[in-house]
């Protein structure tokens, strides 16, 4: 839900109107703390919720209790994510990566301390994560206060104003990332009920590992080009948010080629960084094809997926990512994993396919998109949602 604020602090900061920056992150305080509140019964009956969905009795009360432990840490992301977006507007990325640097080097020492110290065992493992949380969270809203002075302006009413639109395009970007999460996550549920599906999840495992090394880049390059095209659109310059994408792409693209034929050359050795066993690597080696194709898809499909958020698009993608992913994705590889004897390659196949074709429907959008008009809806959504009546009231 925080990628909301990736779309209105980047226009509004490429407008130049920064005092609005504030604003709209305390708007985002605001709807994600409630939003901690509606899911906190998840947490809190997460025992109950496992077992019901056919866990063990000891892994579901073990799992409950740790839930249940670390609803402070739910609530410090509540306050991480925006801060995040909002410096990350301004450009402002070297402060989250100093504290998240000490914030890991004093997470293993907590963890040291609580563990094997203390001896505290899961409970000590949550306590750790809430407090490495809470201490990332509060490290930069002490920095946004002490140092972002142009666009933090202290508290203000104006974050109570238009919050429906504001909650409307908060859940638009959070479905639209959860259905990509869930759909990837879908493969290894499917794929636990195939025959042997110690090999086949283990081998799947080793393949979306490596995938995430690559996703973890693909990640960043996904908010470097929301903020730049959100900041061109707020400044008024369509062609420099239009070749922006173009270029962002095709350096994407490249990279995503050398992954896709690192992988294929290596595909009969790379399992060893995480096996010995030369069943799992054989498993494994059958799927680096799927793989390959999956790292070439990945590097195209989070930058487009950052235009949206930097665009404003979000609804549109998450109905995108409904009908490609769950209407067609997943049946599909249901279909070629349980009908054929494809197995788990089928079930990847299937979901391959669902990602190509959400792919290939965003990259038509983009390169159809009158960025004219996308510089005048930015114009028109800063002016409608700032809450501000007169001019005077922000001064």
Same mark, same amino acid.
């Given at each position: 839900m925080g990628s909301a604020l990736e779309t209105l602090c980047g226009q509004a900061f490429g407008a130049g109107q920064i005092e609005l920056l504030g604003v709209y992150l305390q708007r985002s305080w605001i709807i994600l703390v409630a939003s901690c509140f509606c899911i906190m019964p998840l947490y809190i009956f997460s025992t109950p919720i496992l077992k019901l969905l056919g866990q063990r009795d000891d892994i579901a009360e073990l799992a409950g209790k740790f839930s249940i432990q670390i609803i402070p840490q739910m609530f410090s992301l509540a306050i991480n994510f925006p801060t995040q977006k909002f410096l990350q507007a301004q450009s402002n990325v070297a402060i989250l990566a100093w504290v998240g640097f000490m914030a890991l080097a004093m997470h293993i020492g907590v963890l040291f301390l609580f563990i094997k110290v203390f001896q505290w065992g899961v409970t000590g493992a949550a306590a750790a994560y %809430?407090?490495?949380?809470?201490?990332?969270? #509060? @490290?930069?809203?002490?920095?946004?206060?002490?140092?972002?002075? %142009?666009?933090?302006?202290?508290?203000?009413? #104006? @974050?109570?104003?238009?919050?429906w639109p504001f909650v409307k395009l908060s859940v638009a970007?959070?479905?639209m990332i959860c259905l990509e999460i869930w759909y990837f996550m879908t493969i290894i549920v499917l794929t636990g009920h195939l025959e042997d599906p110690v090999i086949a999840v283990g081998s799947l495992s080793i393949c979306m590992n490596l995938n995430g090394w690559e996703g973890m880049l693909f990640i960043g390059i996904n908010a470097a080009i929301s903020v730049r095209v959100s900041n061109e659109l707020g400044s008024g310059h369509p062609r420099a948010a239009k070749y922006s994408v173009f270029v962002t792409v095709a350096e994407s693209l490249m990279i995503g080629i050398f992954c896709m034929v690192l992988i294929i050359l290596t595909k009969d050795h790379f399992a060893l960084l995480f096996t010995s066993s030369e069943k799992m690597q054989k498993a494994v080696s059958k799927l680096a094809y799927l793989l390959a194709v999956t790292m070439l898809l990945n590097s195209v499909q989070p930058v487009i997926s950052g235009v949206a958020v930097g665009g404003g698009w979000q609804a549109l993608v998450a109905y995108i990512n409904l009908a490609c992913y769950y209407v067609i994705g997943l049946p599909l590889g249901f279909l070629l994993g349980y009908k054929t004897s494809l197995g788990v390659q089928g079930i990847w196949m299937g979901m391959i396919f669902g990602t190509f074709l959400q792919t290939i429907i965003l990259c038509v959008i983009v390169y159809k998109t009158n960025w004219n008009e996308e510089v005048a809806q930015a114009s028109e959504r800063m002016k409608k949602w700032s809450g501000i009546s007169e001019e005077s009231d922000i001064k």
């Open positions: %809430d407090i490495s949380a809470w201490a990332i969270a #509060l @490290a930069q809203v002490v920095y946004i206060v002490g140092w972002c002075k %142009d666009s933090w302006k202290g508290l203000s009413w #104006l @974050a109570l104003k238009e919050l970007s959070a479905v």
